[in-house]
């Protein structure tokens, strides 16, 4: 075993000390879970002795694996490309994927811990991501984090993805020095955020596992990558043989498609937020969405927080986690809630929107509340010419698509005025199926005047559209008690097969977004039987990032055990018309008063 110059042994065999870059770091802590099971965690700290506020991670990434390295290279090369400050101020040297820069935060004032889950990096154990006994790990890590000589017994859990899921889990279990929480783009509810969008399988974790977990495995030793900054594998200090490492794991895609519905494996998997009592902030990104802003939405409205914050952004789903403007507002929350500044953070507005304009750019404003209150809550009729009118549909029509095809396109005419159109979205279809059930997926786009469709660089794909919302029709049911206008509640606990031809009331949940829509542009919803593909030129990290598949960031919904085409093929109509009121539910937002048109 290789390891830095003038180490220190500070435990059992595996642990040691050194003094770099201004900082004290541990590497290999053992920390103790309530079950026995002993997990590795390495810590950044000053080097001055003192009790200082705590930066906690626990996930499957492996915190010895460089972000600017093996699997994460293009998005490290992607995201100096979009803000180049980060090479600013740091030597880089600790920069994980998905979590904070020691060298941003201990000079700061701060420790942070990044401790290894089960059977990932260098914590031995079996490799099951997401699974309720990780979820009740992360408690156990929150606690012996918060009881250190060198802790202050304040910690707060700061990640992307992952680790914010991981964090909303936390926080639901409520662990005694569990102080405060930043859950940058993580989901709540698996099965709705991720796995299974309006009861479609999403195909997105297979992909993930494959390419960003096993590879980090505890037991890859000598396969994995090496740590830089020890010489070490990042994944552990043995290497098992290929047979050991499958059985160590648990394959999460396999699992995801045997509970095809909302059963206790999901409830468990699921954040109750009624019981997310600390302060937080909750950051979504608009372009995320197939897995990251819905359950950043509902966590700010649903969790029982009295201080809890919602901040919006756009671009990749790291960009701004590691730019000096997200840097600035998480360093401002932890320090008043960590440290117990009085910087003025909490009279901050509980909502932060970088509203969205055409061209990638972005315009910041504070608002109290989510969604809007002066939201004008609009229908926008499908019409049987294929428009799309704020005017009811005076004509009955049938319109007939392949089932697992391109579908119909409804467009408005050019807007007359610049109209922003921010929050939650649904769509409520009366259709029919010649089969016993049909998929169904709603894209909402932008188009200028020439007629080239508006895109976004969306979290993990640079050409999302402006909304996607999808339904199984199966799956129509909805839970009265939970469903709002604007985001109907489909419990997905039942299949009801659609008796072929005859017409049923689909209300669909579209998930939240954010656009201002500039004179003489057209808004499109697209009835689709499958994934939205852009159709416009790619460049080059369009070509070759593994999660870019033309607009979906991986997440894409064609497995055929889920989608069998007796089931789901033949055509589907969409009836529209003073009998059945096909229409778009958009929240436009008017500017206040005194305030200027938005550039």
């Known amino acids: 075993m290789t390891v830095a110059p003038g180490t220190d042994r500070i435990g059992d065999d595996l642990t040691f000390s050194h003094e770099a870059d201004g900082m004290r770091i541990d590497y290999q802590v053992p920390v103790k879970m309530a079950d026995g099971a002993v997990l590795r965690a390495d810590v950044f700290r000053p080097v001055a002795n003192g009790r200082y506020p705590v930066i906690l991670t626990h996930g499957v990434y492996a915190k010895g694996l460089p972000f600017n390295g093996p699997i994460y290279q293009m998005q490290w090369d992607k995201l100096v490309a979009k803000d180049p400050s980060v090479l600013e101020g740091s030597t880089n040297r600790y920069q994980a994927w998905e979590v904070t820069d020691p060298e941003r935060w201990v000079p700061h004032g701060y420790a942070l811990a990044r401790v290894d889950s089960r059977g990932a990096g260098w914590s031995p154990g079996l490799l099951w991501p997401r699974n309720p006994q990780e979820f ?48 940058w783009e993580g989901f709540t509810d698996s099965y709705r955020d991720a796995y299974y969008h309006g009861g479609i399988l999403s195909e997105f974790t297979k992909r993930w596992q494959e390419r960003q977990i096993n590879p980090i495995q505890y037991g890859q030793g000598d396969r994995a990558p090496v740590n830089p900054n020890t010489g070490q594998s990042v994944a552990g200090p043995v290497t098992l043989s290929e047979e050991e490492l499958e059985a160590n794991r648990n394959e999460s895609f396999p699992e995801i498609k045997g509970h095809p519905l909302f059963d206790d494996w999901h409830r468990a998997r699921a954040v109750d937020l009624s019981k997310v009592q600390i302060p937080f902030l909750s950051a979504a990104n608009w372009g995320g969405q197939g897995i990251h802003p819905r359950g950043n939405f509902n966590g700010f409205v ?86 799309l009118s704020d005017e009811s549909a005076e004509e009955q029509g049938r319109l007939e698509y392949e089932a697992l095809g391109e579908g119909l396109r409804f467009t408005t ?44 660089e969306g979290s993990t794909d640079p050409n999302t559209p402006i909304a996607n919302g999808w339904l199984r ?4 049911a909805l839970d009265p008690a939970r469903s709002r206008p ?30 201002v829509v500039p004179e003489g542009y057209r808004l499109v919803l697209w009835v689709r039987g499958r994934d939205y593909e852009y159709r416009g030129p790619l460049d080059e990290y369009g070509q070759s990032f593994y999660y870019a598949t033309r607009g979906t960031g991986g997440m894409t919904h064609a497995d055929p055990d889920d989608r069998p085409e007796d089931v789901f093929g033949g055509k589907v109509t969409i009836h529209v018309g003073p009998e059945h009121p096909s229409h778009l539910l958009l929240p436009v937002v008017p500017r206040r008063p005194g305030e200027e048109e938005q550039r």
């Open 136 to 183: 009740d790990d992360i408690a156990d890590s929150v606690e012996w984090a918060g009881i250190q000589p060198w802790s202050s017994g304040r910690v707060g859990i700061l990640g992307i993805s992952y680790y914010a899921v991981m964090g909303w889990a936390a926080a639901e279990r409520q662990p005694e020095h569990l102080t405060a929480l930043i859950a």
């Open 302 to 387: 649903q969790a029982s927080s009295e201080q809890k914050w919602l901040e919006a952004h756009g671009d990749t789903h790291w960009t701004h986690f590691y730019s000096s403007y997200g840097r600035d507002l998480q360093k401002r929350f932890f320090d008043h809630f960590l440290k117990g500044e009085e910087n003025g953070f909490d009279r901050t507005p509980r909502v932060q929107l970088n509203v969205r304009h055409p061209g990638e750019h972005f315009v910041w404003r504070g608002e109290d509340e989510w969604p809007l209150a002066r939201t004008i809550w609009s229908k926008y009729h499908l019409q049987a010419d294929m428009g």
């Open 413 to 456: 005419a050019p807007f007359t005025a610049q109209t922003e159109i921010t929050g939650p979205l649904a769509a409520k279809l009366f259709v029919s199926s010649t089969t016993t059930d049909a998929d169904v997926f709603l894209i909402v786009q932008l188009f200028d005047p020439d007629g080239v469709e508006v895109t976004f």
């Open 473 to 476: 029709a199966s799956h129509r």
């Open 486 to 515: 604007w985001q109907p509640f489909h419990p997905h606990d039942r299949v009801e097969p659609l008796e072929p031809g005859e017409t049923y009331e689909l209300d669909i949940e579209i998930v939240p977004t954010c656009i």
